[in-house]
């Protein structure tokens, strides 16, 4: 991927079109990646996850995908501006601009929220840990005239006028549409089998998509990681049912370049999001995920203040959460949506950015993440979204059989509730119709529990250093927790990202505290 990460500025020459990431227009795929590169129809707010630069003869217009999983940042400090694709990214270019640039303590400490953690450690609000920047919404759009005046519009969106059955029924044709394009393309596909709903439910749209003339066993390599136990048993019954080969070697891999896989954290995770993935050898396939809207309910708590507050650790006060919740709120009220705002948040923040990762980093679709379940969705009343009716009705519609197979945990098996109250469709074959793929995906870094030692070395340097910077800034036991984590990642006995959260919050405030100082030239974790 190119990294042009500064997409506009005051003090730059008027942009020219450009895009980077995927998008879905219709069943047709498009893979885009540079200056020049906007794909034949492509606008903004389609399925996928892309940032695009619209140039024309008036104006220019900076957005994302539907969803937002495609990032736009934006600088305004007096009269210079800047634009970009990547937080730290447009921090370290106005800092080398010597422009205004100061930290917000209060986001600053979300990084403190811990515990479950769906709403702490990323942004919590479109406000970011720099003052002078902000998360643009996903409806919204950058526009900048020939005078390099700028202002930011709601992007205008339209609702179908159709019935829950209608809505489900289109949504769920078109996602297997999708599928059907996918498997007909000349390029590897891989899609994880788990325990759980969302692998499920697209299990049941590749079924589909396959129909009876193609053989999904050789047009998809099924994962599940036989270290998941639970998950693992339910997969294997279900492969086994349904003709499947589970965990078939990829055709290749690619080692990951340690210094290019440290910037893509830094790139897109620094200041957004505190879990580190390692990125791993690259497979050259187009890896299906499973990342969805919030079609339940995962807030638990009443409210956003409760669901931090149920996620509080001793380095943040009761003060530093109002005011988070405040922020929060102020960010749901540039939003023209209805509905319990604990959804709205959750797709809107932790959908978004959690579940947008994947495709910074490779071409990781995502096809429950389409602008048609998401509206076919929002026509349920808030009873069924909390009893995750959705999910039965799209699950039972798609394949009635695979529906039943249990879960890996009880508590994720159907209800009497749900299945006295399901709507099921037919998946009509004769409406599945495939389409193109244009352009070509980047290579694909495959997300893994396991930890890739070169790049935890990597990650132990930038630590150290910028805990040299934020002794006195940070509570010293917080930054023993975090020595005792990475210490325990550098022997190999912690195998899972989240436990690092608390590492790179010391490098973000080492970052942070180096950039708001306009000391640019040094590089934490640099040679």
């Known amino acids: 991927m190119k990294d042009n990460l500064i997409l506009a500025a005051s003090n730059l020459p008027f942009p020219k079109s450009a895009c980077y990431g995927y998008a879905w227009v219709g069943s047709d795929l498009y893979f885009c990646d540079g200056e020049g590169d906007t794909t034949p129809r492509l606008d903004l707010g389609e399925d996928g996850a892309y ?3 619209l140039s024309d003869s008036e104006k220019v217009s900076i957005g994302t995908d539907f969803f937002g999983f495609g990032k736009v940042y934006l600088y305004r400090a007096g009269e210079d501006w800047a634009v970009g694709r990547s937080l730290m990214g447009l921090a370290e270019y106005v800092a080398s601009c010597g422009w205004r640039l100061t930290k917000d303590f209060t986001q600053l400490q979300s990084w403190f929220l811990r515990g479950n953690a769906m709403i702490g450690g990323q942004l919590t609000s479109f406000r970011t840990v720099f003052n002078e920047i902000s998360l643009v919404p996903a409806q919204q759009v950058v526009e900048i005239d020939r005078k ?23 949504a769920l044709e078109e996602m297997c549409s999708r599928l059907r394009t996918l498997l007909e393309a000349e390029i590897p596909v891989s899609s994880d089998l788990t325990g759980g709903q969302d692998s499920r439910l697209i299990f049941g749209a590749l079924l589909n998509a396959a129909g009876s003339d193609l053989s999904l066993d050789d047009a998809v390599r099924i994962k599940s990681q036989v270290s998941w136990k639970q998950d693992y048993a339910v997969a294997s019954k279900i492969a086994k049912r349904y003709g499947v080969t589970l965990n078939k070697p990829a055709n290749r891999r690619v080692e990951a370049d340690v210094d290019y896989a440290i910037e893509l954290w830094r790139r897109n995770d620094l200041g957004v999001y505190s879990t580190f993935y390692p990125v791993l050898p690259a497979s050259g396939e187009i890896a299906l995920n499973g990342c969805s809207p919030s079609y339940r309910l995962i807030y638990k708590n009443p409210s956003l203040g409760d669901e931090m507050r149920a996620s509080r650790t001793q380095w943040i006060s009761d003060d530093a959460i109002s005011e988070l919740e405040n922020a929060a709120h102020e960010s749901l009220a540039e939003i023209s949506e209805s509905g319990d705002i604990r959804v709205r948040h959750y797709s809107l923040f932790r959908n978004r950015i959690h579940g947008g990762r994947p495709a910074l980093r490779g071409a990781a679709v995502s096809p429950l993440s389409s602008r048609a379940l998401y509206q076919a969705a929002t026509l349920l009343p808030i009873t069924a979204i909390e009893r995750s009716q959705f999910y039965a009705d799209a699950m039972f519609s798609l394949d009635s059989e695979l529906a039943e197979f249990e879960f890996d945990k009880p508590s994720k098996n159907w209800t009497n509730e749900q299945k006295l109250a399901l709507t099921t469709v037919p998946i009509r074959q004769d409406y599945i119709q495939s389409g193109k793929v244009y352009g070509a995906p980047s290579e694909i870094p495959e997300r893994s529990p396991s930890l890739d030692v070169r790049q935890h070395d990597r990650l132990a340097e930038m630590y150290y250093r910028a805990k040299s910077k934020v002794i006195g800034l940070l509570p010293p036991t917080f930054l023993e927790k975090a ?16 436990v690092l959260g608390y590492v790179t919050t010391v490098i973000l405030y080492g970052e942070v505290e180096r950039l708001t100082k306009g000391n640019y030239s040094i590089s934490v974790g640099g040679n």
């Open 148 to 170: 390099k005046q700028l202002k930011v519009k709601s992007r205008a969106l339209t609702t179908p006028n159709l019935s829950y059955s209608d809505g489900l029924q289109f």
């Open 483 to 498: 020595d005792e984590c990475l210490a325990e990642v550098l022997i190999g006995n912690q195998e899972f990202a989240p």
């Open 51 to 53: 940032v695009a630069v």
